[in-house]
């Protein structure tokens, strides 16, 4: 091993953001490449990997002129992506049409179908998650029934890292992690199910090989060091799924220890050292070694927050220079000054539609209370405390399950937010620990190719050294007392609603 620093490259939903981090986690050099998510049609949400590709390379060489950093200084890379993509790929590797990504629900009919033929039951025990038009399972069948020419071409399904990692190795892998995407993966033991392959529909050869998120799966080729200047021969790890990463990097490897999720979605992720599943939730392999996440993974997290700035935001983004501070600062301030409760105004944060708990692709956002007396500041707080109401309904359902939730440890850009992060202590009841939010996704990325190529000896050694706590929240009685009836009024809202819904 050699060289300085550790890569973590974030594929992320809205943007790719790429790190470079010491030894001791602090960052030497940051940048971030935009790519656009396409809407051709309601419940279609799709991504052009090569756009991710190009993002990438823009980024990587924006971090290393501005933070004057010697490609060769850099040790390792890890990757993390967003969830569920299905990336056709033929056996030039040429990518075959967009993906649809975690948001798409297009392939409703086609879990329909699957579950009545080879029976919900039958498909959990294998996978330990529902099959949903979310997940990649159905979105590669989708392909089969609707674009049999992409459908005949395909020689491997890809996920967002491990096409990144494809793009600079030329190796094509299948993470751990990520393999909770297939009901075709067996959640007990790490390994596609070939029997359930069949059942499904889905061919074997479709899917690589199986590595751990740590492992070395190849170096940069010369051809990559050329479009995104990293040097040829740097390792480059497997990577895995974005939470996992963040659950990492927010200092998340013990059992009972958990990660609140703030970034474009929102949710958790509860680490355990033994299977527990339930169909309202969401489990899959830990970026760790020997360890699960049972998740919570909802539509609405920073992305409400960054919707409702786009949409509402337009006096605040005229006057920040005036004022010397962002729409989001003005909008947060606008936010404290509502009491808990929003004087009765709700809002279900179903943006675009909701995974868990209800899993409802039809599931619709709601602004409810609103009178001539509720102002821009009620309905910015309603947003804050409608993806906190979500996070206790998750959080609920794990405790349900058998999952042990004691403290939550905050990432994502929301986690910047004094006043949200104060919101969902106060709405969950927890305690909530908020380590580098920013960085915590690329952190743990970068652990992973730490720890791959001897950087670090252990987990527990990266953690230590790299995880600081920048600040604590605890609940608030009085808030939550609060809180429990606006929660009562959340849940009836969505049931009287769901008919409505459809």
Not at 35 to 63: I, S, T
Not at 100 to 127: K, Y
Not at 337 to 364: Q, T
């Amino acid at each position: 091993m050699s060289g300085k620093y550790l890569l973590g490259i974030d594929i992320g939903t809205s943007a790719c953001k790429v790190a470079a981090f010491d030894r001791y986690g602090n960052v030497a050099a940051s940048a971030s490449g935009d790519y656009p998510v396409y809407y051709p049609r309601e419940g279609w949400a799709e991504q052009n990997p090569e756009e991710w590709w190009d993002g990438v390379c823009h980024a990587l060489r924006k971090l290393l002129k501005d933070g004057a950093i010697d490609p060769g200084e850099i040790a390792g890379v890890g990757i993390d992506g967003q969830s569920w993509s299905a990336i056709a790929m033929d056996r030039d590797g040429r990518v075959l049409c967009n993906t649809p990504i975690w948001m798409d629900t297009r392939a409703q009919s086609v879990c329909d179908r699957l579950n009545g033929e080879v029976g919900a039951d039958a498909i959990f025990q294998v996978a330990g998650n529902s099959l949903q038009p979310s997940y990649t399972t159905a979105k590669i069948l989708w392909y089969k029934e609707n674009l049999p020419e992409v459908y005949e071409k395909i020689d491997k399904i890809l996920q967002s890292n491990s096409y990144i990692a494809y793009r600079l190795t030329g190796a094509v892998t299948q993470d751990v992690s990520q393999g909770y995407g297939l009901h075709c993966f067996d959640m007990r033991n790490g390994c596609w199910d070939e029997e359930m392959c069949e059942k499904l529909g889905i061919p074997r050869r479709f899917l690589p090989e199986i590595v751990p998120c740590d492992q070395v799966i190849g170096r940069v080729t010369a051809q990559a060091a050329a479009q995104c200047g990293l040097a040829e021969g740097t390792p480059v790890v497997a990577g895995g799924l974005d939470a996992a990463c963040g659950t990492l990097g927010a200092g998340v490897i013990h059992p009972g220890e958990t990660q609140e999720q703030g970034g474009q979605a929102g949710g958790m992720s509860i680490c355990m050292d033994s299977y527990k599943a339930d169909p309202r939730l969401i489990l899959g392999f830990h970026v760790v070694p020997g360890q699960w996440l049972l998740q919570g993974g909802t539509t609405g997290g920073g992305g409400v927050m960054r919707w409702f700035e786009r949409e509402f935001a337009d006096y605040e983004r005229s006057i920040s220079e005036e004022t010397g501070k962002s729409s989001l600062q003005q909008l947060n301030e606008a936010g404290e000054k509502i009491a808990p409760g929003c004087d009765g105004v709700v809002f279900l944060p179903y943006m675009s539609g909701e995974r868990s708990p209800i899993w409802n692709p039809h599931a619709k956002g709601v602004f409810f209370g609103l009178d001539f007396a509720k102002t821009k500041g009620h309905m910015l707080r309603a947003c804050m405390e409608g993806v906190a109401l979500s996070l206790r309904h998750n959080l609920e359902a794990a405790e349900e399950a058998g999952a042990r939730v004691d403290v939550l440890r905050a990432m994502g850009g929301s986690a910047n937010s004094l006043l949200w992060t104060q919101i969902k202590s106060d709405i969950t009841g927890k305690p909530i620990v908020v380590p580098s939010s920013d960085t915590a996704t690329t952190l743990g990325a970068a652990i992973l190719a730490g720890v791959g190529v001897g950087f670090y000896e252990s987990y527990e050694e990266a953690v230590a050294l790299t995880v600081k706590e920048t600040r604590r929240h605890e609940p608030n009685e009085k808030n939550k007392e609060v809180y429990d009836r606006t929660y009562e009024t959340y849940r009836m809202l969505y049931r009287s609603l769901e008919d409505l819904m459809k």
